[in-house]
Nanobody, 127 residues
């Protein structure tokens, strides 16, 4: 399994970015995919997760209403659309995957439950 995150960059507060996670070696219909982030000097934290059927989503409270996780099973891509970005969203963003059964509704927010990780992509939001 390989996960490749991309799409990070520098953006002003209030701006938007869309991150992409390209997955290989797995089938999205059998895997839950999540985004995590780690700011300098802080622990890594969950951001959003989508279930293996793509219908259930989890968001941490601070990004609800601003971030949207979505996926394209054919392209094997998972996206994180980030709107109304704030300086506190500045972090390295990681995508992660875990098996979850065929098209289930289960979402997982704990990083310890994800065995597969991609490299991070830096998101910097200037004030």
């Amino acid at each position: 399994v390989q996960l490749q995150a991309s799409g990070g960059g520098l953006v002003q507060a209030g701006g938007l970015l869309t991150l992409s996670c390209a997955a290989s070696g797995l089938t999205l219909d059998y895997h839950a995919i999540a985004w995590f982030r780690q700011a300098p000097g802080k622990e890594r934290e969950d951001v959003a997760c989508t279930s293996s059927n793509g219908l259930s989503r989890y968001y941490r409270d601070s990004v609800k209403g601003r971030f949207t996780i979505s996926r394209d099973s054919v392209k094997k891509q998972v996206y994180l659309q980030m709107n109304s970005l704030r300086p506190e969203d500045t972090a390295v963003y990681f995508c992660a995957a875990r098996t979850s059964g065929f098209r289930t509704t289960h979402v997982f927010s704990s990083e310890g439950r994800y065995p597969y990780w991609g490299q991070g992509t830096q998101v910097t939001v200037s004030s």
